[in-house]
């Protein structure tokens, strides 16, 4: 999940296995965190690939046919290891595993991997592009870790930069809107778009009833505070 990508391949060498389920969550594997947290040249090195699902396949940027049928249904195995959805910290989920959910969440996770062929595949599919499947949109997620060129792609496709939503671990972004956590997160060139895309920097959060400048300058972010001053 910290994109070691060096010492995950010694492990692998030393025999370590990609498979392993962390806290006995189905497909809970070390490439499983290193998605979740926007690492997705893990995939060159927690080879071979699992699980090997939908989700994952979006994160990678690979091939998204083989889940799905010619009628547009998904197939077993893109819900095959999907037990695993965040680290433990995080809220528990009451999964439903519906064709709708499993969609919208891999939308989530190529989002924040930044597959804008994914995201323009997945939303072909029915994807939401305003969903928020668990803990963020997948617009806050691209800003999150600033992946401007998926940023794009899902407000090109519709997405709301405006859109308020309950963000990462519980109470951590509470109605939260994407440019909290780019400010947060110094992800400069999300920060820009979103402003170019007219994005309000007035918004406030529910939990701090703060802008994103503010957010900023708790956090520390001082080159997210001097572009928002500088550009509002």
């Not at 992946?147 to 509470?174: M, Q, T, W």
């Not at 994005?199 to 503010?214: I, K, Q, R």
Request: proline share 5%.
């Amino acid at each position: 999940m910290a994109g070691h990508a060096d010492l995950a391949r010694r492990l692998v060498a030393a025999g370590a296995p990609v498979d392993a389920n962390a806290y006995g969550k189905d497909g809970g594997s070390a490439l499983s965190y290193a998605l979740f947290y926007a690492k997705p040249y893990m995939g060159d090195v927690l080879t071979p690939v699992y699980p090997d699902n939908l989700r994952t396949a979006a994160s990678l940027g690979r091939d998204l046919d083989r889940f799905v049928t010619g009628d547009g249904e998904l197939r077993p195995a893109a819900r095959e290891g999907l037990g695993f959805y965040a680290p433990v910290f995080f809220p528990t989920w009451d999964r439903t595993l519906t064709r709708q959910e499993v969609l919208n969440e891999a939308l989530s996770w190529g989002a924040r991997n930044n597959q804008c062929g994914s995201i323009e595949a997945l939303v072909e599919l029915g994807a939401n592009v305003n969903t928020n499947p668990f803990r963020g949109t997948p617009l806050l997620w691209a800003c999150y870790s600033d992946k401007v060129e998926a940023a794009k792609c899902l407000l090109d496709l519709g997405a709301d930069p405006d859109l308020r939503h309950d963000f990462g671990g519980e109470g951590h972004g509470v109605q939260a809107v994407a440019m909290h956590l780019a400010a947060q997160h110094s992800a400069l060139r999300c920060l820009d778009l979103l402003l170019d895309r007219g994005a309000d920097p007035s918004f406030t959060d529910a939990a701090y009833n703060a802008t994103p400048l503010e957010w900023a300058v708790e956090c520390g972010a001082s080159d997210s505070a001097e572009l928002l001053r500088r550009r509002t």
